[in-house]
């Protein structure tokens, strides 16, 4: 019940007790890909098998953060698509190119610890408003974000290469 050729790089859990999961097809170090599209799935724990799996965004290869709300899974690409998946209906509800926002790294999704969504991405910090998934700028990133990071006090900490940075969240 794998996903063959696909390796899991974000993984989160349902208010279910179940895990839902973004793939890369990519073959880092030599190796050879064998698919060609990442894919969202859920791994239902009693039973410990996929019970659904499907690309999210056509043509993507890396779904490189995600982020649980309620029913809802908020997701992006390493191509700089944002999508919203229904967990409940297994449907796509909303998705969008977001490429203003700049390249997306990985772990880009951060909730607070009162469920508010915030991702950090190369160009711009964002608040995603979860009901309407409008995401707001909350300021520029000093240099290119790298890699997304933590939640801490109120804080979002990042990486711009080799260096950590933090963003104090506007109220």
């Given at each position: 019940?794998?996903?063959?050729?696909?390796?899991?790089?974000?993984?989160?859990?349902?208010?279910n007790g179940?895990?839902?999961?973004?793939?890369?097809?990519?073959?880092?170090?030599?190796?050879?890909?064998?698919?060609?599209?990442?894919?969202?799935?859920?791994?239902?724990?009693?039973?410990?098998?996929?019970?659904?799996?499907?690309?999210?965004?056509?043509?993507?290869?890396?779904?490189?953060?995600?982020?649980?709300?309620?029913?809802?899974?908020?997701?992006?690409?390493?191509?700089?698509?944002?999508?919203?998946?229904?967990?409940?209906?297994?449907?796509?509800?909303?998705?969008?190119?977001?490429?203003?926002?700049?390249?997306?790294?990985?772990?880009?999704?951060?909730?607070?610890?009162?469920?508010?969504?915030?991702?950090?991405?190369?160009?711009?910090?964002?608040?995603?408003?979860?009901?309407?998934?409008?995401?707001e700028s909350?300021?520029?990133?000093?240099?290119?974000?790298?890699?997304?990071?933590?939640?801490?006090?109120?804080?979002?900490?990042?990486?711009?290469?080799?260096?950590?940075?933090?963003?104090?969240i506007p109220?």
């Amino acid at each position: 019940n794998l996903l063959a050729g696909h390796s899991c790089i974000t993984l989160k859990a349902l208010s279910n007790g179940d895990l839902v999961g973004g793939t890369s097809v990519s073959a880092p170090g030599g190796g050879h890909a064998t698919v060609t599209e990442s894919e969202l799935f859920i791994l239902d724990w009693k039973t410990k098998s996929i019970s659904y799996h499907a690309p999210p965004v056509p043509g993507e290869t890396n779904i490189v953060s995600i982020e649980v709300a309620g029913d809802l899974v908020f997701g992006l690409t390493s191509g700089a698509h944002f999508f919203v998946f229904n967990a409940s209906s297994r449907e796509i509800v909303h998705r969008e190119h977001v490429s203003d926002l700049g390249s997306v790294p990985r772990h880009a999704f951060q909730k607070s610890p009162d469920n508010v969504l915030y991702a950090v991405c190369s160009k711009q910090i964002v608040r995603v408003n979860t009901e309407t998934f409008e995401h707001e700028s909350l300021g520029v990133p000093p240099k290119p974000v790298t890699a997304g990071g933590a939640w801490v006090d109120g804080k979002l900490f990042f990486a711009c290469g080799p260096t950590v940075w933090s963003f104090n969240i506007p109220e």
